[in-house]
């Protein structure tokens, strides 16, 4: 599905749903910027817009097709025999956390920045780009004046719509603190490694993200007007912070699970106890019904009246002193 809606250089909406052929006359209009966005588009949507509306470089196109395991940004600029325009390919992940499946679910949102256009493109639905659009039709704020600016705005939302997700796992790791309290159990253990995997799995996408919007926020690209770079720089400092937080959880988690191997090893500690005082418990009864019971020739208890009351007295006394001495050495 294509988007496409071209904005005045006052931030108002000029028109929308723009037909392909009348894009790159749009484009040569130094008075109006072009938003183009593609919503899992088909293969031929993908070719006419990125390839004969817009000339992108073939690399940036193929990495706006291909789905990217880590955040990234490269800007191009045209040599002689290329009809693009200078303009900044980026990828960004957008996350939202499920308690219900225990994961981080990431959409890839690439973004292609000129001096008059922006295009992304989105294999999924996203949400961000949606409530954005709505803001740039409104004309709230004047967010629609520049490519740039709309490119702010779409990396503010991204960044923000991390702290419900990164709440969400907070309580989350709340609850697994109460059941390694409460029943450590294996199926408790199998949750630790998972939130914990899962935890891994966002400070790797927070990473390589804080190395892209760090450019941004330093003005590397005269494609971000410098009375933009604070704002470029205030989302940097947010995800800077997100990425503290996701540590100081992964290092909760470790605490955690330290705390349930502590727990499990003395749990197995005590069956170890009790099993050791039920032998020496019972270690009389042994030795006396060993003793009594094989190493005589001759039964004795044929030549002696009570030879069986003896020996049950004997073992029963004997069991009883040793419960006793444990008791007096705190050991039971």
Known sequence: MIRSLAFTTQGRLHSRDIELFLMPTLLSDTNLFLWVDLENPTPEETKRVLEDVFHFHPLSIEDCVMVSESPKIEEYHPREGDLFQPYMFMVIHAVDYSRKDGVFATTELNFFLGRNFLVTYHEKPARVVQLTEERATRGTGGMARAPDRVAYNLLDTIV?????????????????????????????????????????????????????????????????????????????????????????????????????????????????????????????????????????????????????????????????????????????
């Not at 208890?301 to 004997?318: K, N």
């Open 160 to 332: 923000e719509n991390y702290k419900p997700a990164l709440d969400e796992l907070a309580m989350e790791i709340a609850e697994l603190e109460q059941l390694v309290l409460q029943r450590p159990t294996t199926d408790t253990l199998n949750k630790i490694l998972q939130v914990k995997k899962e935890v891994v799995h966002l400070r790797q996408i927070i990473g390589p993200q804080r190395e892209v919007l760090a450019r941004l926020a330093h003005g590397e690209t005269k494609l971000i007007r410098a009375h933009m770079v604070p704002y470029f720089r205030d989302v940097y400092d947010a995800l800077f912070r997100i990425s503290e937080m996701a540590q100081a959880y992964a290092d909760s988690l470790t605490g955690i699970l330290q705390v349930y191997l502590n727990m499990s090893s003395n749990q197995t500690a005590e069956v170890v106890k009790f099993l050791t005082m039920i032998t020496v418990i019972t270690t009389p009864l042994m030795l006396v019904g060993t003793w009594y019971g094989m190493n005589f020739e001759t039964i004795r208890e044929f030549q002696w009246r009570y030879g069986y009351l003896w020996a049950i007295s004997l073992t029963v006394v004997t069991t009883l002193l040793t419960i006793w001495w444990m008791r007096r050495k705190r050991w039971l």
